[in-house]
Nanobody, 115 residues
Framework: QVQLVESGGGLVQPGGSLRLSCAAS????????MGWYRQAPGKLRELVAT???????NYTDSVKGRFTVSRDNAKNTVSLQMNSLKPEDTAVYYC?????????WGQGTQVTVSS
């Protein structure tokens, strides 16, 4: 059974940092294209960052220079380091793993940026 479990969310003040982790079981993430998405209340889910199986990364414009996606193959986890957080980063963050036509999602972790 495949599971993606996100962790690391929480409440942080503007300008602060958080590190999200996505722990995978049942798949080897090094073979998958991994993505971090977020969904704010009343808004559509949007792509935040991607990390391909080949190691390529891509970020949505609003997080470039602030967020970094990385992978630890030994731990079978993908992380999202988020710095200089802004209130508009508040959302539920989801991890996604894609291999050809197969996609798995995690359950999400809440990130709230507020003073």
């Amino acid at each position: 059974q495949v599971q993606l479990v996100e962790s690391g969310g929480g409440l942080v003040q503007p300008g602060g940092s958080l590190r999200l982790s996505c722990a995978a079981s049942g798949i080897r993430i090094r073979l998958y294209n991994m993505g971090w998405y977020r969904q704010a209340p009343g808004k559509l889910r949007e792509l935040v960052a991607t990390l391909t199986s080949g190691g390529g990364t891509n970020y949505t414009d609003s997080v470039k220079g602030r967020f970094t996606v990385s992978r630890d193959n030994a731990k079978n986890t993908v992380s999202l380091q988020m710095n200089s957080l802004k209130p508009e980063d508040t959302a539920v963050y989801y991890c996604k793993a894609t291999y050809y036509l197969t996609t798995y999602w995690g359950q999400g972790t809440q990130v709230t940026v507020s003073s």
